[in-house]
T-cell receptor
Framework: DAKTTQPTSMDCAEGRAANLPCNHS???????VYWYRQIHSQGPQYIIH???NNETNEMASLIITEDRKSSTLILPHATLRDTAVYYC????????????FGQGTELSVKP | DVKVTQSSRYLVKRTGEKVFLECVQD?????MFWYRQDPGLGLRLIYF???????EKGDIPEGYSVSREKKERFSLILESASTNQTSMYLC??????????????FGEGSWLTVV
């Protein structure tokens, strides 16, 4: 099955950059990579998405490798409020356009 | 501001009851989705819809059905609730073609407990 893979958990010191990786080795064509995060008991919050080029917004940066088989979400200056589960999502054509979630990375930002 | 609204935040139902979870979006989105989320299993897709009266099964459709009579509303139905359907249910929507890059918006979730 087409899927994404992410590390289960990561730690990051407050004020440092958090780099969260995602593998999506079967991605192809015009399929997009999305990143969301989820704080406990809330719905997922959109962070950023991209196709081929690197993207940046007020929350984060998204780096996509040239072959598009992996990506990294960067939170440039992590705060305690960034502690959450981060999901990498790809919209796969061969899955009828369904959203395929990875298992998510639980990011803990520590003081 | 974009909005996906789930009608009930917390519900407690008895085994065998029929349960309706309602989701409304005010963004004129074509695509709508229902997920459930369980500890250790992540988000799993139950059903989705690309248009009014259209529906497709996701990864775990058993025990569920859906209804999309109007573009803005997507309902998840548990015909006979069972305890293994205790979970958090998330509705999502987005606009456009299946492989578009349009942002996907989620509701706040509905916590269902079946006793």
């Amino acid at each position: 099955d087409a899927k994404t893979t992410q590390p289960t958990s990561m730690d990051c010191a407050e004020g440092r950059a958090a780099n969260l990786p995602c593998n999506h080795s079967t991605i192809s064509g015009n399929e997009y990579v999305y990143w969301y995060r989820q704080i406990h008991s809330q719905g997922p919050q959109y962070i950023i998405h991209g196709l081929k080029n690197n993207e940046t917004n007020e929350m984060a940066s998204l780096i996509i490798t040239e072959d598009r088989k992996s990506s990294t979400l960067i939170l440039p200056h992590a705060t305690l409020r960034d502690t959450a589960v981060y999901y990498c999502i790809v919209r796969y054509r061969n899955q009828g356009g369904k959203l395929i979630f990875g298992q998510g990375t639980e990011l803990s930002v520590k003081p | 501001d974009v909005k996906v609204t789930q009608s009930s935040r917390y519900l407690v139902k008895r085994t065998g009851e029929k349960v309706f979870l309602e989701c409304v979006q005010d963004m004129d989105h074509e695509n709508m989705f229902w997920y459930r989320q369980d500890p250790g299993l992540g988000l799993r897709l139950i059903y989705f819809s690309y248009d009014v009266k259209m529906k497709e099964k996701g990864d775990i459709p058993e025990g569920y059905s859906v209804s999309r009579e109007k573009k803005e509303r997507f309902s998840l139905i548990l015909e006979s609730a069972s305890t293994n359907q205790t979970s958090m249910y998330l509705c999502a929507s987005n606009k456009g073609a299946m492989v578009s890059g349009n942002t996907i918006y989620f509701g706040e979730g509905s916590w269902l407990t079946v006793v």
